[in-house]
C-alpha cells in the first residue's frame, strides 16, 4: 500500500503522454484555421505503422519512422481535401477516421492474418518511464510549441492565418502554406502519440486508439489553443482514465466506469463553452479568389 501512490501517479504520467502529443499537435492546426477532426485515424495509422515497422525489420527506430511516414501521409491527404480542395474540415475529418479504420483493419489481414490484432512486437524498453523518448518528446514538445506559436516569426504567421486568412494573405502571408504546416505537425505527433499506444501493449489491436484522439482534441480546447494548457488538460483526462481503470474492480458497474473519461470530458467542455473563443477563421476554408 506504501507504493500506491507513486505506482498511480507513474500511470497517470504515462496515460498523459499520448494525450500531450495529440493535444499539442493540433493545436498547431487549429491555429492555422484547420479543425483537425482526424487525429483518431492519425494516431490509429501511426500505431498501425509502429506495429508493422518494428515486426518487419524488428528494429524500434525503423518502427518510430514508418509510424512517422504513416502519419503525414494521412495529414498531407487531410490538408489537401480540407485547404485545397476547401472540403468541409469537421465531414473530411469524420470520413478519413473511418478510412483509416478499414484500411488498418484490411491491412491487419492482409499483412498479419488476422482480423484483430498483430503479432507480438518488443517495443522500447526504457530503464525508466522519465527517460522513454516519448515522454522526454512529449515535454519537450510543449514548451517547444508554446515557444515556437508565440515567440517566433512562424507562429506569429500561423496564428495570423487562424485569425484572419484574409488579412494574413493581404499582409504576404501564404495561407495554404501555413495551414498544411499546422495539419503535418499535428499529423506527426498524433502518430508518434499512435506508435507509443503500440509500444505500451506491444501488439497493435483494431481500432486501439479508442477515442483518445476525440478526447485530445477537448484538451486542446480546455487548454485555450495554447500547449502548455492542451497539456495542463492532458494531464487531467490521464487522471480520469486513471481512476477509471482503478474503479474496474469496485462495486461501480463497469459500464459505468467505461464511461467515466467521456462524461468527464463532456462536464468539462460545458463548463467552458461560452469562456473560451477559437482562432476566428477555425474552420472556414480560404479562397484566395474570393477573397
Known amino acids: ?4 501512490p507513486l505506482v498511480i501517479f507513474l500511470q497517470i504520467v504515462r496515460l498523459a503522454v499520448p494525450y500531450v502529443l ?9 491555429r492555422g484555421g484547420v479543425v483537425n477532426l482526424a487525429l483518431e485515424g ?6 498501425f505503422g509502429a506495429a508493422y515497422g518494428q515486426y518487419r525489420t524488428g528494429s524500434v527506430l525503423l518502427g518510430m519512422l514508418l509510424a512517422l511516414g504513416c502519419g503525414l501521409l494521412v495529414a498531407l491527404l487531410f490538408a489537401f481535401v480540407t485547404v485545397t480542395l476547401k472540403a468541409d474540415q469537421i ?5 478519413l477516421n473511418i ?6 483493419r484490411f491491412g491487419l489481414t492482409l499483412l498479419f492474418g488476422s482480423s484483430m490484432n498483430s503479432p507480438r512486437v518488443a517495443g522500447f524498453e526504457a530503464s525508466s518511464l522519465f527517460l522513454d523518448p516519448f515522454f522526454l518528446l512529449a515535454v519537450f514538445v ?3 510549441g508554446q515557444w515556437v506559436l508565440f ?4 507562429g506569429l504567421r500561423l496564428r495570423a492565418t487562424g485569425e484572419s486568412a484574409k488579412t494574413a494573405d493581404s499582409a504576404g502571408v501564404n495561407v495554404a502554406r501555413m495551414r498544411y504546416s499546422g495539419v503535418l505537425v499535428s499529423g506527426a505527433l498524433a502518430a508518434l502519440a499512435g506508435a507509443f499506444l503500440l509500444f505500451q501493449q506491444h501488439t497493435f489491436t483494431d481500432n486501439m486508439s479508442a477515442g483518445r484522439g476525440y478526447i485530445a482534441l477537448a484538451a486542446m480546447i480546455i487548454g485555450k489553443w495554447t500547449p502548455v494548457g492542451a497539456a495542463c488538460a492532458s494531464i487531467l483526462f490521464a487522471v480520469t482514465e ?8 469496485g462495486w461501480i458497474p463497469s459500464q459505468v466506469v467505461q464511461s467515466l473519461p467521456y462524461v468527464i470530458t463532456l462536464v468539462v467542455l460545458a463548463g467552458f463553452v461560452g469562456k473560451v473563443s477559437a482562432p476566428r477563421d477555425a474552420g472556414t476554408p480560404f479562397d484566395k479568389q474570393g477573397g
Open 142 to 144: 510543449v514548451f517547444a
Open 42 to 47: 492519425m494516431m490509429l495509422i501511426g500505431a
Open 22 to 30: 495529440t493535444s499539442v499537435g493540433v493545436t498547431f492546426s487549429e
Open 151 to 154: 515567440k517566433t516569426p512562424y
Open 99 to 104: 478510412l483509416v479504420m478499414g484500411v488498418t
Open 1 to 4: 500500500m506504501e507504493i500506491e
Open 91 to 95: 465531414v473530411a475529418g469524420i470520413a
Open 242 to 249: 486513471s481512476m477509471e481503470i482503478w474503479l474496474q474492480s
